[in-house]
């Protein structure tokens, strides 16, 4: 059964870089039919789309966020990985990370990861 | 970017009721559209996929309708793990969007 798991610090700096790893367990980040995405929820608010990566690194953002955001993939572990730039009090959420499914270029979240919880503080 | 819209945002309903939730999108996505649950302090789960398609091991009192750019969730007859809140999420295009949600309480 496939799993994701979040992990990172759970507290950082205003204007510091958050980076956040989800892990892959129970199948290979390596499918060609399933992208890995990042999905945040600020407290008391609602679902955020971050950003999406297939495998072979091609990547989609949302616009949003896009001058801070970087995902990237690393097969060889099976994770994905997320840095938030330059963060204010607006990044604290719970982060989501999540398998894409993707079927002929439509895309829907099937698996999440439970979500850890980020803090931007001094 | 594609806006989801809600409605209602919250909806206070009996066991063994009838409820339905519905999606408007900004413009038309055929029939990408995602359902999701969410629990306090959880995960969101996948209901329903491609406007209708029920995801594995979801129970059948769940169905979605639509397509374009009005959607509906429906839940035929509420259970006491049904109250939570539901997403929707359009799948046609990036950036991926959600609708605010739908608090679904007890009455």
């Known amino acids: 059964q496939l799993q994701l798991q979040e992990s990172g610090p759970g507290l950082v700096k205003p204007s510091e870089t958050l980076s956040l790893t989800c892990t892959v367990s129970?199948?290979?980040?390596?499918?060609?039919?399933?992208?890995w995405g990042w999905i945040r929820q600020a407290p008391g608010k609602g679902l955020e789309w971050i950003g999406t990566i297939y495998y072979l690194g091609s990547t989609y953002y949302n616009p949003s966020l896009r001058s801070r955001v970087t995902i990237s993939v690393d097969t060889s572990k099976n994770q994905f990985s997320l840095k938030l730039s330059s963060v204010t009090a607006a990044d604290t959420a719970m982060y989501h990370c999540?398998?894409?499914?993707?079927?002929?270029?439509?895309?829907?979240?099937?698996?999440w990861g439970k979500g850890t919880t980020v803090t931007v503080s001094s | 970017d594609i806006q989801m819209t809600q409605s209602p945002s919250s909806v206070s309903a009996s066991v063994g009721d009838r409820v339905s939730i519905t999606c408007r999108a900004s413009?038309?996505?055929?029939?990408?559209l995602a359902w999701y649950q969410q629990k306090p302090g959880k995960a969101p789960k996948l209901l329903i996929y491609?406007?209708?398609r029920l995801q594995s091991g979801v129970p059948s009192r769940f169905s979605g309708s639509g397509s374009g750019t009005d959607f509906t969730l429906t839940i035929s007859s509420l259970q006491p793990e049904d109250f939570a809140t539901y997403y929707c999420?359009?799948?046609?295009?990036?950036?991926?969007?959600f609708g605010q949600g739908t608090r679904l309480e007890i009455k």
């Open positions: 413009q038309g996505i055929s029939s990408w």
């Open positions: 999420q359009q799948g046609n295009r990036f950036p991926l969007t």
């Open positions: 999540a398998r894409v499914a993707a079927t002929t270029g439509y895309y829907h979240m099937d698996v």
């Open positions: 129970g199948g290979s980040i390596s499918s060609s039919t399933y992208y």
């Open positions: 491609a406007a209708s």
